[in-house]
């Protein structure tokens, strides 16, 4: 069974850097698309970016680009995301989620049929 732990998330200030890891036990990487949700107090859950197996296409959100970086290590059985200048907006539980191979990826959860528990990020002076 496919399993996704999430790491690396904790309080930063203001303009600082993170980078979460989502780390893949019981299935290998290299057959998955992974994808990164966050969930704000309040708000829904909101698709941020993702990375297809094949190709390794990826697809940011418009509230991301140019700040947050997706990649993937199929040898570690990890996806990272580095996530540069942050800002109070981006305080959230992040989550990653898989499905299968995929040429193209999406960031709404329909397709997403594994879902890790999440880690919070804070983004606070």
């Known amino acids: 069974q496919l399993q996704l732990v999430e790491s690396g998330g904790g309080l930063v200030q203001p303009g600082e850097s993170l980078r979460l890891s989502c780390t893949v036990s019981?299935?290998?990487?290299?057959?998955?698309?992974i994808g990164w949700f966050r969930q704000a107090p309040g708000k829904e859950r909101e698709g941020i970016s993702c990375?297809?197996?094949?190709?390794?296409?990826?697809y940011y959100t418009e509230s991301v680009k140019g700040r947050f970086t997706i990649s993937r290590d199929n040898v570690k059985n990890t996806v990272y995301l580095q996530m540069s200048s942050l800002e109070p907006e981006d305080t959230a539980v992040y989550y990653c989620?898989?499905?299968?191979?995929?040429?193209?990826?999406?960031?709404?959860?329909?397709?997403?049929?594994?879902w890790g528990q999440g880690t919070q990020v804070t983004v606070s002076s």
């Open positions: 990375i297809s197996n094949k190709n390794e296409n990826t």
């Open positions: 019981g299935a290998d990487l290299v057959w998955h698309t």
């Open positions: 989620a898989a499905y299968g191979s995929s040429q193209f990826c999406a960031i709404v959860p329909a397709p997403y049929d594994h």
